[in-house]
């Protein structure tokens, strides 16, 4: 029986730097640098003139306010054309009377996808995973997400997640289960006895214990 050799997938990791990419896009070149002070989602579909990636598509389209509010742009990327690219958005207006007015990498070559781990055996030789990364304003990957070709994403989650994300930053906090924009947040827990004390004498926060603090902000 012939042995077969093991592909290894190297994927980026959270809160480092996320990988660079100059790519051919359907909004002309499109560098990580050209976003810089913005956040970015960037994510990847099997193909164009697929279904799934259609419906992914169109909801990308339908929350890009939202996005926009948020100061997030979005940038899509398959291993087609940028030919077939144009195409496809082209049937997607004339079809669904839907404007995509985000760029989509075209990587032919698949640079892009496997710099980001987008390419898994098993899946297809040749097609991008549906994967999804979230990159801030500095260019730090604080987020990524893989489903199965079979299945499409939540976009409303994307939105939910980016908004975390940056309340979080904005006051040193986390978030519960299924936050959504009104909701407490959780403080972080105490380092010290000293500070664990304080904290459950204190009227400032709803404490169940001293780990588990909420507020609102």
Request: aromatic share 10%; proline share 6%; with cysteine.
């Amino acid at each position: 029986m012939e042995n077969q050799a093991t592909q290894v997938i190297s994927l980026p990791r959270l809160n480092e730097a996320a990988p660079d990419f100059d790519a051919v896009t359907t909004y002309g070149r499109k560098k990580l640098a050209d976003y810089k002070g913005k956040w970015l989602i960037l994510f990847s579909h099997p193909a164009d003139f697929t279904p799934v990636c259609t419906t992914e598509f169109m909801a990308f389209q339908a929350r890009k306010p939202q996005f926009d509010a948020l100061n997030c742009e979005l940038l899509g990327l398959s291993i087609d054309s940028h030919h077939s690219h144009n195409a496809w958005v082209l049937n997607i207006k004339e079809k669904f009377n839907v404007d995509i007015e985000f760029p989509i990498i075209a990587d032919l070559d698949m640079k892009v996808a496997t710099t980001y781990g987008m390419v898994h055996p098993g899946a297809a030789d040749t097609s991008a995973v549906r994967a999804t990364f979230i990159i801030d304003d500095k260019g730090v990957l604080r987020a990524m997400m893989y489903y199965p070709m079979s299945n499409g994403r939540s976009m409303d989650e994307f939105v939910r997640l980016v908004t975390a994300m940056q309340v979080s930053d904005a006051n040193a906090c986390a978030t519960p289960e299924g936050w959504q924009p009104g909701d407490k947040v959780i403080v972080p827990p105490p380092s010290t006895i000293e500070q664990a004390r304080a904290r459950l004498a204190s009227n400032e926060y709803e404490c169940v214990d001293f780990y588990f603090c909420t507020k609102s902000i």
